[in-house]
């Protein structure tokens, strides 16, 4: 389903009322929060979150989750989490405004250092090293093509009375909760590959992962072949794939990974001794042969995360520049660049 649906479906995303006390200093080092929060989460309980994507120094909170006879917004990609980072935003704005300072200056002073990520959230286990949003936001922001941006913004809003430019840079902080989920991967005769998959597709690119790791895992079978274009993912029900969980996380792709270790595992020594014979082996021929050796050419997999990678973050930024168009409402999204931190291989 298209998430502007979505979205038109379940009424936008959780009205919050938020009232915060903030101390900082000159430059712009913010101190102190102090937040109070009413969070609209309609008729189940829900959360708030990305608040602490920012180093406040001291932080305290009362967040009141209120049930009303609203729809909730659950079904939000990522919910809660927009309304978290919009209110840090709007802190961090309001500090530099006060102090006549560039808020990407006041953005960038108050990022988390890696002493300041691990107090902040506490099951953080990753190396200094893989904190990179710091990195990230300077790749966006330090740069003399988003300099050249920001002039030209500001010549136009001194230029035109109705019509006004604005470009804002953002960073996230966004944690990922990972669950067990099952899975299994297929080679039919033909060569074609099918997965399993216990999530479901809402516009995440789920499906797109899951066939880029099968094909990625499996290709360590053919020379010089590309398999993405033989996969193709099977929508699943509670009676074929039990335990499906949740959708976020690399849990399906971890566990498309597993049942494609089982399938290579199975199928390796006989690329071997095709190899010994005639050399180069193509995956049609490879898995022609598979058939005729009646190996198992069907795997499942069940992916339980240690304790060490079930919560882990995300870091990114990104840079917006918007029109809007004072007397309509009307806002167009003239550019966005997107910087994300996707791991390593």
């Not at 335990?243 to 071997?272: S, T, W, Y």
Request: overall charge neutral; hydrophobic content about 40%; aromatic content about 8%.
């Amino acid at each position: 389903m298209d998430c502007n649906i979505d979205m038109v479906m379940v009424g936008g995303r959780h009205p919050i009322n938020v009232r915060y006390d903030v101390g900082f200093k000159s430059d712009g080092k913010i101190t102190a929060l102090n937040l109070r929060v009413l969070f609209n989460s309609g008729i189940s309980k829900d959360f708030i979150e990305n608040i602490k994507k920012y180093n406040w120094c001291n932080l305290s909170f009362d967040i009141k989750l209120c049930k009303t006879n609203l729809t909730s917004k659950s079904s939000m990609w990522a919910p809660g989490g927009v309304q978290g980072s919009f209110v840090a935003e709007a802190i961090i704005e309001h500090v530099a405004s006060v102090l006549f300072l560039e808020t990407n200056t006041v953005r960038r002073k108050n990022l988390h250092s890696y002493e300041s990520l691990i107090l902040f959230y506490d099951f953080v286990n990753e190396e200094a090293k893989n904190y990179t949003l710091p990195t990230i936001f300077d790749k966006l922001t330090a740069t003399l093509d988003y300099k050249n941006r920001a002039e030209t913004v500001r010549k136009f809003n001194c230029t035109n009375k109705w019509k006004k430019r604005g470009i804002s840079s953002v960073p996230i902080v966004y944690m990922v909760h990972c669950y067990p989920v099952p899975g299994g991967v297929s080679i039919f005769n033909d060569a074609s590959i099918a997965v399993e998959v216990g999530g479901i597709e809402l516009g995440q690119g789920l499906w797109t992962k899951v066939k880029q790791m099968t094909a990625f895992c499996l290709e360590k079978l053919c020379e010089n072949e590309s398999l993405l274009e033989r996969v193709r993912i099977i929508q699943t029900d509670t009676l074929s794939m039990l335990q499906g969980g949740k959708l976020e996380g690399a849990a399906h792709q971890n566990r498309a990974v597993l049942a494609c270790d089982i399938l290579i595992g199975r199928l390796i020594p006989l690329k071997h001794s095709l190899q010994e014979e005639n050399g180069a082996v193509s995956w049609v021929s490879l898995i022609s042969k598979a058939v005729q050796h009646s190996i198992n050419l069907s795997a499942s997999s069940f992916f339980v995360p240690s304790l060490n990678n079930a919560r882990y973050l995300n870091y990114g930024a990104a840079t917006s520049e918007v029109k809007i168009d004072i007397l309509s409402g009307e806002t167009t999204i003239l550019r966005s660049d997107i910087s994300y931190d996707c791991g390593q291989n």
